[in-house]
């Protein structure tokens, strides 16, 4: 990395004008507390180990605390690897695009020699996340908990290598020790760490009370508990860093702060940017939908057309955050310029989708969009595609119910827009009646038939 690029990412940090004080310190070492949440531009270019130094390069590093001691730690010729955590609420069955910044970072982490810990917010999610949000988060059973638990769970195994090695990612809930609180002694024990002022000057709370909205108790507990989860990995599993999101801020620092004060152990704490496109949506959500990572809830096909639909601004910094292509030969393809710069995004697509679902779902998707576009061959093998019974298709099954079942549309007075505007169609032929059914007479000789919103979205009815 150049000398010029290592200054841009150090000016856009926030260290230079945040200050993190600890209670019940000297002024020295308050003194020592603020420099140490600063990154050094000199300290950032010479960093040792292979995991900071890819955060560097490929523009994952944002904030750190005491990134030289986190360093010197890291590479330390004991050649005993890092353990680091990264937390994931169960709040959905999947996770979406917008974890993926955070599991790639893990992975790595991994690559590096260092051992990923996931957590999973099983007990975090009984109180939900305020960051970030307008209003409190729905409240969730723990049936629910366990279901999204399940889900979120089995994407991890795709990116990472789980086992009993030094450097072989585990799986933790913290349910299993926050579950278990005392809610007195942990007030007596911990609640003394933690001052109102502190916490009230969190970015986080304070976006919540500048929207008027409700901020209940049980919310701002969310904090303390984080903190806690923090110490509890350090005693447990000898978890020195926590790498998260740069909305997690302060309560990541909070972590490091408790660590020191209750058990005098130094942890770290280094965020990632949060990331949005060149139009400034958030990473993650499109017109149609979240991006969810498990197939069950969107098919391969769409999730390498997410990819492949990247605008020109987003592409190279994309490959860099969501590929695991050398950054020398990404650098070829910052010189691409009008429809060349498609190349790259094929490659985007392409490397993206392999990390999730495996290199062999390409060939079905490459043989689809070739279908779809190209108008050569006819396999739908890749789309999307529900399932009905020979009883309903004889009764006529609404095209409403069926582009939205396939996600090809948000609600029915999307589709009703669709076919309005010609965009609705039944294999090539446009559907112009907002009230039309799909029938058995639409399969002809086949047993599936393909619906179509605009140029690139597909699915398949097929009939069992």
């Known amino acids: 990395m150049t000398n010029t690029n290592t200054r841009s990412i150090a ?44 955060m560097r390069d490929r523009g994952f590093l944002f904030q750190c605390t005491n990134l030289k001691d986190l360093d010197e730690y890291m590479s330390s010729s004991d050649g005993k690897p890092t353990s680091a955590y990264l937390g994931f609420d169960a709040t959905a069955d999947s ?69 009993d090695g030094p450097s072989e990612a585990i799986m933790v809930n913290n349910d299993d ?44 507990n969310y904090m303390i508990l984080q903190a806690y989860d923090f110490l509890e990995l350090n ?10 999101g740069s909305d997690q801020w302060g309560n990541m620092v909070s972590g490091t702060e408790l660590a020191r004060k209750c058990d005098r152990e130094q942890v770290f704490a280094l965020t990632a940017p949060l990331i949005t496109t060149s139009d400034g949506r958030k990473m993650g959500k499109t017109e149609g939908g979240a991006v969810w990572l498990n197939a069950d809830k969107l098919s391969e096909y769409d999730y390498w057309q997410f990819w492949r639909n990247t605008a020109d601004e987003d592409v190279i910094r994309f490959l860099k955050l969501f ?25 985007l697509a392409d490397e993206a989708t392999t990390l999730l679902h495996g290199s062999e779902c390409l ?72 009230n039309a059914v799909l029938t058995v007479a639409d399969f002809g000789k086949e047993n599936e038939v393909t619906l179509r919103a605009g140029k690139k979205k597909a699915g398949v009815v097929e009939v069992q």
């Open 323 to 347: 590929t695991e292509l050398p950054l020398d030969e990404i650098e070829k393809f910052e010189t691409l310029k009008g429809a060349e710069i498609n190349k790259a995004k094929i490659v």
């Open 11 to 54: 000016s856009a940090s926030p260290f230079s004008s945040r200050r993190f004080l600890s209670e019940g310190t000297s002024e020295e070492e308050e003194e020592g507390a603020t420099s140490s949440a600063q990154i050094d531009p000199d300290v950032l270019e010479n960093v040792k180990d292979p995991f900071l130094q890819t």
């Open 177 to 220: 020790w926050l579950s278990g609180i005392k809610y007195l002694d942990f007030l007596r024990e911990y609640g003394t760490q933690f001052t109102i002022n502190r916490m009230m000057s969190f970015e986080s709370v304070k976006q919540r009370m500048s929207r008027e909205a409700p901020f209940s108790f049980l919310e701002f």
């Open 363 to 434: 060939v079905a998707i490459k043989e689809t969009v070739k279908s779809m576009f190209k108008g050569k061959g006819t396999s739908t093998e890749s789309l999307p595609r529900i399932y009905v019974s020979s009883e309903s298709i004889s009764e006529g099954v609404k095209f409403l119910d069926l582009f939205t079942e396939l996600n090809l549309a948000n609600s029915k007075k999307e589709v009703r827009r669709l076919i309005q505007g010609g965009g609705a169609k039944l294999n090539d032929e446009k559907i112009t009646d907002e």
């Open 235 to 244: 005693r447990r599993y000898g978890v020195k860093l926590q790498l998260g």
């Open 95 to 163: 996770l979406h695009v917008g974890s993926l910044l955070q599991i790639m970072i893990l992975r790595h982490l991994q690559n590096a020699g260092h051992r990923p810990v996931v957590l999973i917010g099983g007990g975090t999610s009984k109180v939900g996340d305020p960051t970030g949000k307008d209003e409190s988060r729905k409240l969730l059973d723990d049936d629910l908990i366990k279901k999204n638990t399940d889900g979120i769970s089995k994407v991890f195994e795709k990116f990472l290598n789980f086992g």
